[in-house]
DNA sequence: GTGAAGTGATTAGGGTGCTAATTATCAGCC
DNA sequence: GGCTGATAATTAGCACCCTAATCACTTCAC
């Protein structure tokens, strides 16, 4: 379920002409944004047409993910709410994940004996099992994709990527961060 | 609506961590795959919320782009599914944008005189209004965010995501494109 | 205690994406 | 002419994401 996007980016002249067009238009900021978008995507692609063989989406996978590294760690239970806010979706959106990945048995919810209102989401040792048998093709795809940068490059395009996160965190703050107090 | 992702990436120590576990891992591709989701992520909500308040998504700005290019170039016709192979989705979702569209005044449906199975989609005087209304806000948004790079990062980063993309599409071709013949 | 406010999880309803199946039309071959 | 296969668009049904409203429970003030 990549975003929508041009399926073939617009040539860089075509971006000169349109920026006669319209004053505001940057050529060389816009391509960067369209390579972005487009690279993003097809990153995006490549872990997710894998997941779907499997069954997974890109959210039952980081909901999975979340809860290995809490099952690895130390603490071992994990609300409805703390795996939305790591995740980056609303409370509502985890209670249909959950649903689902409750229905094909990879999780179960456990009430908390302490208050009532809360539950407590644990991987079930079929899903442990599941992970496994997933991860190292998840890992080689990655490698596979990333395998034309050099270690330098890698660099590089971390510290260029970590800018424009920045930049984007900074003028264009989340609204969708709950405000706690 | 963006990818579900971490909301705070792993540390790299974390990565190193995890790679005794899984051999496979490689944290230095792990980092890039994951820093080029979460900024792509960030780049499309820039926008993605511009659009929001103005009542459009990513999929309805990019089939008015489409149609607009149509409509100052030379071809005036543009079937449902030529949009549809254009922007990368199938033709049962290109229906439902078009519907939408039409609905809001956007776009009309007109049939084809020659061949009574296509239909003709073209925009509105109304949606011309509205992109010239929406664009100078959406291009300001786009320079903001890349303002960080100077045009020799910026030709890099062209570049090094050019080089992911390639491999994507080398060793991971997409799959919905549809054959003809 | 008891009522008010706050918090956790869920439900209801909408938008957007997908695949698979359907309907209408066209084109070719007997 | 009429059957067969291809093609255009749509519909049906599912998943996932959102916001807003609801229900259950806890906590705090009085």
């Known amino acids: 379920m990549p975003h929508l996007l041009l399926k073939d980016l617009p040539r860089y002249e075509c971006l000169l002409e349109a920026a006669k ?9 816009c391509e960067v944004f369209l390579n972005l978008l487009r690279t993003g995507d ?13 069954g997974l989406s890109q959210g039952r996978f980081t909901v999975l993910m979340l809860l290995f590294d809490k099952a690895c760690g130390q603490s071992h239970s994990c609300t409805p709410a ?8 609303t ?4 209670t249909g994940l959950i649903d689902t990945l409750e229905r094909d048995a990879m999780v179960v919810r456990k009430p908390d004996p302490a ?11 079929r899903a442990l099992t599941f992970l496994a048998s997933i ?17 330098t490059e890698r660099r590089t395009l ?9 930049r984007a965190s900074e ?11």
Chains 1, 2 share one sequence.
Request: no cysteine; hydrophobic share 45%; proline share 7%.
């Open 21 to 29: 067009q319209f004053p505001n238009l940057d050529p060389s900021a």
């Open 42 to 54: 097809e990153a995006f692609r490549v872990t997710d047409e894998h997941f779907q063989h499997n």
């Open 82 to 89: 703390a795996l939305a806010e790591r995740s980056g979706v």
């Open 91 to 94: 409370r509502a959106t985890m």
């Open 115 to 125: 208050d009532r209102r809360m539950l407590s989401v644990e991987l079930t040792p």
């Open 135 to 151: 991860l190292p093709e998840h890992f080689r795809r990655i490698n596979d994709l990333m395998s034309p940068l050099s270690e």
């Open 158 to 166: 971390v510290r260029l990527l970590g800018k424009i996160a920045v």
């Open 171 to 181: 003028a264009f703050p989340a609204t969708n961060t709950l405000v706690h107090a």
